[in-house]
DNA sequence: ACCATGACTCCAT
DNA sequence: CATGGAGCCATGG
């Protein structure tokens, strides 16, 4: 498995109703650091129905500027869709919705 | 191995 | 709070 695909995998993971950071996936996958190419990854293959990447959010709890299924509009109305409130500025309550599944790599393919 | 790219993050101004 | 620069990481040429 590639870092990418690993990234899939987590991202797919992510219960619904809930958000994770690019960070969070990063430090998932062994590289807290690697925030960017998590983000990098989702751009270059967004598997649009497979991969949830509404759910996926800076560490601000912003959403992606560049969102690919249609535009934040798009986004944000998904994450409303999961009762995943979003605020005005486009970001939402990480203090409430942040992902706090899985943190290892444990069940992750290699 | 080196350079360039990018949905990130941190620090300084 | 907005803007800019630098650091980090994985991938591809």
Redesign the pocket.
């Known amino acids: 498995m590639?870092?990418?695909d690993k990234v899939y995998y987590i991202v797919r993971q992510i219960p619904k109703g809930k958000v994770a950071?690019?960070?969070?996936i990063?430090m998932i996958?062994?590289?807290p650091?690697?925030?960017?190419?998590?983000?990098?990854?989702?751009?270059?293959n967004?598997m649009p129905g497979i991969?949830p990447?509404?759910r996926?959010?800076?560490?601000?709890g912003?959403?992606?500027?560049?969102?690919?299924?249609g535009g934040i509009d798009a986004?944000k109305n998904l994450l409303l869709s999961e009762n995943v409130p979003v605020n005005e500025d486009d970001t939402v309550n990480l203090k409430q919705y942040r992902w706090d599944g899985v943190c290892d790599t444990s069940g992750v393919p290699e």
């Open positions: 590639s870092f990418y950071t690019y960070g969070q990063a996958l062994g590289s650091r690697a925030s960017r190419a998590v983000g990098y990854a989702l751009h270059f967004p991969i990447c509404h996926v959010v800076n560490r601000d912003h959403l992606a500027p560049a969102f690919a299924f986004q």
